[in-house]
């Protein structure tokens, strides 16, 4: 089997020549756009956007209008010249189906959040509602241990599950949420 790679390079170019498929079926709304460029003004355009040799979006319009948002002028871009037209809107289905097809592992996630949450890191950047991560940060599954020494844990403890309190995961307090529009006011370049 032989595959096609994307160039060796990464292209920086102007905002402005990257244009929209008109009949992009994926739909960004106000929200998504501000927690993707709060998830960019901390940790950087780190997705370029797929353009055709004709500057089309293939995959990116999210971050472009994030980008834009944020005041940006330039995006990284790979050009994808050898996709046909009709490779071309498939991808751009692909690209947006095929992640969606993934399952989480909820207590890993849990995990990674609550540690996350234990170095005071600002959980409204990893893309999940205040009720989905309230949900997460107080999943504990039934006869899990935690071999957590720096929080005072032996391998014998079972960790209880928390009580629902608003504010409150697993006896520590829970970082508040910021609104959409409070994380494009703090993360503007």
Known sequence: MTLSFAPERIET????????YVKNAKVHGDDQIAKIAASMAEFGWTV???????GELIAGHGRVLAATQLGLTEAPVIVLGHLTEAQRRAYRIADNKLTELADWNEAVLSAELQDLLAE????SLVGFSDGELDKLLAFVPAGVVKKKKARGLRASDERPRAAAQPGVAHGRPVAPR????ALRGQHEP
């Open 48 to 54: 370029p956007c797929l353009v055709g040799e004709d």
């Open 13 to 20: 170019g102007p905002l402005a020549r990257l244009q929209p």
């Open 178 to 181: 910021r609104s959409p529009a």
């Open 120 to 123: 005071d890191f600002d959980l």
